[in-house]
């Protein structure tokens, strides 16, 4: 069946930077929304950004300037830059995807990754 991949994660100085991959596979078409989210100690998980039905990109108002997302390995592909990166970013960070045409980008996906830690060092 569908599976979503993470891989990327690490340890940085704040600061820094860190790119994320995600690859969903496993389905005979591409997804049409795919989503980074993630989960702060002491948090509730937040969506970070995410790709529609029509492609488009959308990144959490908060994290704009510093996180870009781009599809650039392929459709079923979501990358996600992250610069800048501040000590409060430290998380496990998670892909999903959905392969239901009227899925919405920051709603509920069905496919998830295992996560991937972040860590930022002040």
């Known amino acids: 069946g569908p599976q979503v991949v993470e891989s990327g994660g690490g340890s940085v100085q704040a600061g820094g930077s860190l790119r994320l991959s995600c690859l969903a596979s496993?389905?005979?078409?591409?997804?049409?929304?795919m989503g980074w989210f993630r989960q702060r100690p002491g948090k509730e998980r937040e969506a970070v950004a995410a790709?529609?039905?029509?492609?488009?990109?959308h990144v959490a108002h908060s994290l704009q300037g510093r996180f870009t997302i781009a599809h650039d390995n392929g459709p079923n592909t979501l990358s996600l830059q992250m610069s800048n990166l501040k000590p409060e970013d430290t998380g496990i960070y998670y892909c999903?995807?959905?392969?239901?045409?009227?899925?919405?980008?920051?709603?509920?996906?069905?496919?998830w990754g295992q996560g991937t830690q972040v860590t930022v060092s002040s």
């Open positions: 790709s529609d039905s029509e492609a488009r990109l």
């Open positions: 496993g389905h005979a078409f591409n997804p049409y929304c």
């Open positions: 999903a995807a959905e392969w239901s045409w009227d899925c919405a980008p920051w709603g509920d996906y069905k496919y």
